[in-house]
């Protein structure tokens, strides 16, 4: 339901209350809803995510916690894939390290610091 805008407003309209309220009242009903009911599921999705990536063994190696991290990540955001890049500023490389699903052997072990979106995050800063 978060992962895209028109799920949520799709969600909110097969609502009983939805459809028949119009205006103010639609908003009053709309925060009261998503307090009592959306805000609460949402929190307690996430208090769940936290609570599995918390369960990874801190005795796997830095490669497998990540690997593990980016599966909990691709999962709660309905993703395709996710990847974990660090930036060696001894080299200057982007090495990629731990992604899911776990393709290492497919993925470039440095990534491009130019014409790349992380490559562009690494000198940005941001």
């Given at each position: 339901?978060?992962?895209?805008?028109?799920?949520?407003?799709?969600?909110?309209?097969?609502e009983p209350?939805?459809?028949?309220?119009?205006?103010?009242?639609?908003?009053?009903?709309?925060?009261?809803w998503?307090?009592?009911?959306?805000?609460?599921?949402?929190?307690g999705?996430?208090?769940?995510?936290?609570?599995?990536?918390?369960?990874?063994?801190?005795?796997?190696?830095?490669?497998?916690i990540?690997t593990?991290?980016?599966?909990?990540?691709?999962?709660?955001?309905?993703?395709?894939s996710?990847?974990?890049?660090?930036?060696?500023?001894?080299?200057?490389?982007?090495?990629?390290?731990g992604?899911y699903?776990?393709?290492?052997?497919?993925?470039?072990?440095?990534?491009?610091?130019?014409?790349?979106?992380?490559?562009?995050?690494?000198?940005?800063?941001?």
């Amino acid at each position: 339901m978060w992962n895209i805008p028109e799920d949520l407003v799709k969600s909110i309209q097969k609502e009983p209350w939805a459809q028949s309220c119009q205006g103010q009242d639609f908003w009053t009903r709309l925060m009261t809803w998503f307090k009592g009911i959306v805000l609460p599921e949402f929190l307690g999705d996430i208090s769940k995510q936290v609570d599995e990536i918390i369960e990874i063994s801190p005795d796997l190696s830095e490669q497998e916690i990540l690997t593990k991290a980016t599966r909990h990540m691709v999962q709660f955001l309905d993703a395709m894939s996710a990847s974990v890049r660090i930036y060696d500023p001894n080299t200057e490389q982007m090495l990629s390290y731990g992604s899911y699903p776990y393709e290492e052997h497919s993925r470039e072990k440095h990534i491009p610091l130019e014409e790349t979106i992380a490559g562009h995050v690494v000198k940005s800063r941001r």
